[in-house]
């Protein structure tokens, strides 16, 4: 996919109105700058507009229920301005804070709950899952890689080091096990590989 396209530069116009305000966690960075970077990582694999689309606004519904805005207003927009495909990826890589019960989920529980409703997602929305990784991976690199106290950038997550490491691992195994094996597939790999290593000698 080349060159301008106008349904892309709605969804950035969308995403932006609903993560305005919003930062990336322990930055300064417009929050904006994700979903962008996602979208340059699916364009830079050849990803078809739709793909990309979806993966501008994968944030939306999971990050964005404030300003009188619910998950149900918000998927509806979506559906409604981008098409039933695109809000099937973006819900597909959304973490659920309540189960089929409309019972809170834990921590623990949000992310297992994502890690199995992969196994039901369609190719698009591995492709975006793969790129959110990879993305929020590579930014954790690289403030590691900059900094002379890499204990603030871990402090950023409730889990720390381990716990981060051990995250972007498991949905790269996930996706493996899911039969993704496009070449993102192992960027993703290759990029937790790296963060389990940063700092040690």
């Known amino acids: 996919m080349t060159g301008y396209a106008d349904r892309i530069n709605h969804a950035f116009a969308?995403?932006?109105?609903?993560?305005?305000?919003?930062v990336r966690k322990g930055t300064r960075l417009p929050y904006l700058t994700h979903p962008a970077n996602v979208a340059v990582i699916l364009a830079r694999y050849g990803c078809a507009e739709e793909t990309i689309v979806?993966?501008?606004?994968?944030?939306?519904?999971?990050?964005?229920?404030?300003?009188?805005?619910?998950?149900?207003?918000?998927?509806?927009?979506?559906?409604?301005?981008?098409?039933s495909s695109v809000l099937e990826t973006?819900?597909?890589?959304?973490?659920?804070r309540l189960d089929d019960d409309g019972v809170e989920l834990s921590y623990d529980d949000r992310k297992n709950d994502y890690v199995e409703r992969l196994s039901l997602a369609a190719d698009d929305a591995l492709w975006v899952c793969a790129a959110d990784k990879v993305h929020n991976a590579n930014s954790i690199l690289s403030d590691?890689?900059?900094?002379?106290?890499?204990?603030?950038?871990?402090?950023?997550?409730?889990?720390?080091?381990e716990g981060t490491v051990r995250w972007y691992r498991r949905i790269s195994d996930r996706l493996?096990?899911?039969?993704?094996?496009?070449?993102?597939?192992?960027?993703?790999?290759?990029?937790a590989d790296a963060l389990a290593l940063v700092g040690k000698d």
């Open 90 to 96: 973006v819900l597909a890589v959304s973490e659920r």
């Open 144 to 161: 590691l890689r900059r900094t002379s106290f890499p204990e603030t950038v871990w402090g950023r997550f409730s889990v720390g080091r």
């Open 176 to 191: 493996r096990e899911l039969g993704f094996d496009a070449p993102i597939a192992n960027e993703l790999a290759d990029v």
């Open 54 to 83: 979806a993966g501008v606004l994968h944030d939306v519904v999971q990050d964005c229920v404030r300003d009188g805005w619910t998950h149900e207003m918000l998927q509806e927009r979506i559906g409604s301005k981008f098409g």
């Open 14 to 22: 969308y995403a932006a109105k609903h993560h305005d305000q919003q």
